[in-house]
């Protein structure tokens, strides 16, 4: 699955919050600069659903203006996944936890002043 969102002004981002439930296997988070740069953020190879971790970044990371936060995961709805409800049957997306859902999340700071005035 992946999803895709583009960023609208300049921000810092501080932290990602991967999300999908049982069957998910991996997630990964790229930034994809106006020039077509591309950063992986975040890379986890072996997601587990009992972690359900943020990851703040070390340092704050400024994204211009038309950047893209690219977000890529895979599921296993296998046998072989020893967390999946039930391999025999279809997956739907849901908010119980033997449903799925990949979200994610993006904690990030706007770089425009505040216009606070006072009367």
Known sequence: MT???SIPKDVKVVSLMP???????????QAIYPDGTRTTLLSIPSY???WQNTYR???PLNL???S????????DNSAANPANP????????????WEEMMIG???????????????
């Open 48 to 50: 587990d659903f009992n």
């Open 105 to 119: 999340y993006v904690d990030y700071i706007e770089d425009e002043p505040l216009n606070v005035s006072s009367k």
């Open 64 to 66: 211009p203006k038309g």
């Open 86 to 97: 039930d391999p025999s049957k279809s997956v739907r997306w849901g908010d119980q936890t």
């Open 3 to 5: 999803s895709e969102k």
């Open 68 to 75: 893209k936060i690219r977000c890529v995961a895979h599921f």
């Open 57 to 59: 970044l070390k340092e």
């Open 19 to 29: 999300h999908m439930h049982l069957r998910g296997k991996d997630f990964e988070y």
